[in-house]
């Protein structure tokens, strides 16, 4: 499964992403707002393989962010499949990451979630601190739901992220 847009696309992880999943997972620059994770790619590949039970049971799905020219620059994850909604996270984008890898990622983890898995909104949690995440889902219609020590809780509907898509138009073509 691949899913594409203008700049980037979305592929089901595998195995030899092992490497580069703990190598973006344990940068500084761009951990900080997410869950730790050990820096050992053997236990991450098996971490994998376990995880592609999952996917094949349609529990969760995971994907590598790549560059038209197949370059990866991130991952992001579709998990926590309720009856009507579905979360997402573990959304992480390196420094090759085209200009608008974030807009273009989001739109097709919506895609995915709306459009191939029939759900009608999406719920997930942004740890606190992190302003900048917070900004983008708002900017995209998400609305805060509630939240705890560590996170705030959002909502977003396929209506909401329609109407983001058409002011982004533009931008994503």
């Not at 707002?33 to 053997?42: F, I, K, P, R």
């Not at 992190?130 to 739901?145: I, L, T, Y």
Request: proline share 1%; charged share 30%.
């Amino acid at each position: 499964m691949k899913l594409t847009s203008k700049t980037i696309c979305l592929r089901l992880i595998e195995e030899q992403d092992a490497a580069f999943v703990v190598q973006l997972r344990t940068d500084g620059k761009y951990n900080k707002y997410l869950s730790a994770v050990g820096d050992d790619v053997e236990a991450q590949r098996q971490w994998i393989r376990r995880y592609k039970d999952d996917e094949k049971a349609g529990d969760q799905y995971y994907f590598i962010i790549e560059k038209l020219d197949g370059t990866p620059c991130g991952t992001v994850r579709v998990y926590d499949l309720r009856p009507t909604s579905f979360s997402w996270g573990s959304w992480i984008l390196n420094e090759d990451k085209t200009q608008y890898a974030a807009i273009e990622s989001a739109l097709l983890v919506y895609e995915f979630g709306f459009g191939q898995l029939g759900f009608g909104q999406a719920h997930f949690e942004v740890m606190k601190g992190n302003d900048k995440v917070v900004s983008f889902h708002k900017k995209m219609g998400a609305v805060e739901v509630g939240e705890d020590d560590a996170h705030t809780y959002f909502e977003i509907s396929r209506g909401a992220v329609e109407q983001a898509k058409e002011r982004l138009a533009r931008i994503i073509g």
